[in-house]
């Protein structure tokens, strides 16, 4: 890294811009206070943006990786993940999926739930299909 190009910026209608040009490796970084916002902005080969309004924070980037110790989210309204490829959740130990009221698990293709045993309960439990399957050694109903 070579010499940095660095600028503070005020302005009363504009608020206050900070600047910080490392033109040897192409990176300019800007974080930007207008009185509504805060943005923060590194720009190279990808750029990413960091948004915080008194609402809400935007997180705009390629990669977005969170180490820490204990993570911990709380949403007191819905939740939502989604993926635009695959997405996978895993555990070294114990983990739970739980609700206090309807779980609803669909996928358009192949569904399949495995352990070494395992027990599907309920008040009510109800196996559909065009084609049924129960195969094992021993096989008990009722």
């Known amino acids: 890294m070579g010499t940095l190009v660095c600028r503070i910026e005020l302005s009363k209608t504009e608020g206050i ?3 910080v040009e490392n033109n040897d490796d192409g990176i300019i970084q800007t974080a930007v206070l207008n009185g509504e916002s805060i943005t923060l902005k590194s720009a190279g080969s990808e750029t990413s943006t960091i948004v915080q309004k008194p609402d809400s924070i935007t997180i705009d980037c390629k990669k977005f990786k969170l180490n820490a110790g204990t993570i911990e989210c709380i949403s ?3 939740t939502k993940h989604t993926s635009g490829a695959k997405y996978e959740v895993s555990s070294t130990t114990d983990m739970n999926l739980k609700t206090s009221t309807n779980l609803q ?7 399949g739930f495995k352990g070494t045993m395992t027990t599907v309960e309920g008040q009510t439990t109800t196996i559909k299909g065009t084609l049924v399957q129960v195969q094992g050694n ?3 109903l009722g």
Do not use: M
Request: charge should be neutral.
């Open 17 to 19: 811009t900070i600047t």
């Open 76 to 78: 007191q309204q819905d």
């Open 138 to 140: 021993l096989i008990k």
């Open 105 to 111: 698990a669909t996928a358009s293709i192949n569904a």
